[in-house]
T-cell receptor
Framework: GQNIDQPTEMTATEGAIVQINCTYQ??????LFWYQQHTGEAPTFLSY????GLEEKGRFSSFLSRSKGYSYLLLKELQMKDSASYLC??????????FGSGTKLNVKP | EAQVTQNPRYLITVTGKKLTVTCSQN?????MSWYRQDPGLGLRQIYY???????DKGDVPEGYKVSRKEKRNFPLILESPSPNQTSLYFC??????????FGPGTRLTVL
C-alpha cells in the first residue's frame, strides 16, 4: 500500500489553532481528502484538495502541495467538540483510496 | 435524507459460517467502497465499484467478495470467515463532487 503519514496524537487548547500534517507518495496522486472521526462513529468528510493551495471552509482549512507530497489541515478557534481523530486519505489512479492511521486530537480547556 | 445504511450493525459469528453485510445508498452515486478499520492500521480499502457490474480489488481483498447488481446496493460477502477478519467495517459511496459518505459501520467478531 501507499505510505500516508500523519502524527499519531496532538494536544491543543480550546480557542487555539492547530495544524495536522500529512505526507504521501506522489506517484498516481488524484486527490487528497480529510475526514473527522469521533470515537465509535463513522468518518465524516471535511475537505478535498486536488490542486495546489489552500481551501477554506469555515474554521477548517486544508492545504496541498502536490510537488512535495504534503498536505495539512488547519483548525482555528478550537472547540471541545473538535476532539476527534482526523484522517488523511489519498486517492490514487482515480479509484483507489489509501488512508493514514489518523491523528487523535485532544482539545483541553 | 442522503445516507448510506449497513446491516447488521453488530455481528458475532463462528469461523467458516458464510455471512453477508449489506450496504445501500440513496444518493444515486456510482462509486462505492468497502473498508475495514483496525487499531493502528487506519482504514483499508477492501473492494470498490465504479458502477453497476464493475468491481475491483482494493488493498486488502483476500477473503472477501462483493457484487454490484444495482446501483444502490453493494453487499460484502465473507464466504468462510476467519478470526483475522474480526474488525469494524465501513461501506461508503462517493458522489461526483468527491464527497465520500460513510455508513454507520458494522462491528464483526469471528470466533
Amino acid at each position: 500500500g501507499q505510505n500516508i503519514d500523519q502524527p499519531t496524537e496532538m494536544t491543543a487548547t480550546e480557542g487555539a489553532i492547530v495544524q495536522i500534517n500529512c505526507t504521501y507518495q506522489t506517484s498516481g496522486f488524484n486527490g487528497l481528502f480529510w475526514y473527522q472521526q469521533h470515537t465509535g462513529e463513522a468518518p465524516t468528510f471535511l475537505s478535498y484538495n486536488v490542486l495546489d493551495g489552500l481551501e477554506e471552509k469555515g474554521r477548517f482549512s486544508s492545504f496541498l502541495s502536490r510537488s512535495k507530497g504534503y498536505s495539512y489541515l488547519l483548525l482555528k478557534e478550537l472547540q471541545m467538540k473538535d476532539s476527534a481523530s482526523y484522517l488523511c486519505a489519498v486517492r490514487y489512479n482515480f479509484n483507489k483510496f489509501y488512508f493514514g492511521s489518523g491523528t487523535k486530537l485532544n482539545v483541553k480547556p | 435524507e442522503a445516507q448510506v445504511t449497513q446491516n447488521p450493525r453488530y455481528l458475532i459469528t463462528v469461523t467458516g459460517k458464510k455471512l453477508t453485510v449489506t450496504c445501500s445508498q440513496n444518493m444515486n452515486h456510482e462509486y462505492m467502497s468497502w473498508y475495514r478499520q483496525d487499531p493502528g492500521l487506519g482504514l483499508r480499502q477492501i473492494y470498490y465499484s465504479m458502477n453497476v457490474e464493475v468491481t475491483d480489488k482494493g488493498d486488502v481483498p483476500e477473503g472477501y467478495k462483493v457484487s454490484r447488481k444495482e446501483k444502490r446496493n453493494f453487499p460484502l460477502i465473507l464466504e468462510s470467515p476467519s478470526p483475522n477478519q474480526t474488525s469494524l467495517y465501513f461501506c461508503a459511496s462517493t458522489g461526483t463532487d468527491n464527497e465520500q459518505f460513510f455508513g454507520p459501520g458494522t462491528r464483526l467478531t469471528v470466533l
